[in-house]
């Protein structure tokens, strides 16, 4: 078994980037530059949009960060981010989700430059992305094309079964992965709650798990010699650890991890990825709007 290390891939990624950024500042040029905007005081969230700033500013990327009150009026936070889609130093927006209930998720979504938008979340990347046009591919499901990539695992012709129908992760890689292109042109099934998945599951070539349920492939679940990528990053409670909490994915890594070919680690496996591809789609954005 091959534990896939999206930790050191990630680092590898990044170096790459700060090289390109060393040569765009030696050659006098502006920089990239991110803005992640995030409404309320999500823990979570918090984590991620400051790993973010963080990563931005370890390359060299401009970064800002918008945190704004949990209540802030819907139109005040289009008004903000229409005044990104002008703003010349930033190339890149994020809007962190999830959004609080009185927020039109899509609404806010929309209202992102499709040319800024490097989370790939917009509907005119999710339509290229779909039609297989050059666009912003969503940064986890890049972020495990990229390490199937990197780990030369073959995808032409595999059958890769996804769990999970999200608009970020389940959706975007089979789309991603069904493309008759390098690193993919895969045969891909995609499964959800709605029935009993083993069946489909158990077919995989290559699983990606990415529903949000803690330990939820087991063994019975998979063939051997299964590529398993876990794209869960699930709190569970433990009273062991001075936080009170660890975070587990959705494989139940201790039963499927012998048996696998291939498998992600959580943390350190998918994680470190969709930050790496973040600051990625970010110098995409910076070279299409020069
Ligand atoms: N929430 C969970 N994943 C993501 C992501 O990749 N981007 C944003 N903006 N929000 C998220």
């Known amino acids: 078994m091959v534990l896939i290390d999206g930790k050191k891939v990630a680092s590898e990624i990044r170096n790459e980037l700060k090289l390109q950024v060393d040569s765009l500042k030696n050659d006098g040029k502006p920089v990239p530059g991110l803005v992640a905007i995030l409404v309320g005081n999500n823990p979570a969230s918090k984590v991620y949009v400051n790993s973010k700033a963080k990563a931005c500013d370890e390359i060299g990327f401009k970064s800002a960060v918008e945190i704004l009150d949990e209540n802030i009026a819907q139109p005040d936070l ?143 679940m998979i063939k051997p010699d299964v590529v398993v990528i876990d794209v869960g990053i699930n709190r569970v409670e433990d009273k062991n650890i001075s936080k009170g909490y660890r975070i587990v994915g959705d494989v139940d890594y201790d039963s499927v991890a012998p048996l696998a070919s291939y498998i992600t680690p959580v943390p350190g496996g998918v994680g470190p990825m969709t930050i790496a591809m973040l600051l990625k789609n970010t110098l995409k954005a910076y070279n299409n709007l020069r």
């Open 78 to 220: 289009i008004e903000l981010i229409k005044s990104y889609n002008q703003n010349k130093d930033y190339h890149g927006i994020l809007v962190q989700l999830p959004l609080p209930k009185h927020i039109n998720e899509s609404e806010i979504i929309n209202s992102i430059s499709p040319l800024k938008d490097v989370d790939g979340f917009h509907p005119i990347s999710v339509g290229n992305l779909v039609i297989g046009n050059d666009t912003f591919a969503p940064c986890t499901p890049a972020g495990i094309q990229e390490l199937l990539k990197r780990y030369n695992i073959e995808t032409k012709g595999k059958h890769v079964v996804v769990v999970g129908r999200s608009n970020i992760v389940g959706k975007p890689i089979a789309n991603i992965l069904l493309q008759k292109k390098e690193n993919a042109n895969s045969i891909v099934t995609i499964c959800h709650s709605a029935a009993d998945i083993a069946h489909y599951t158990r077919q995989a070539d290559i699983l990606i798990a990415a529903i949000g349920v803690p330990n939820f492939i087991k063994k019975e």
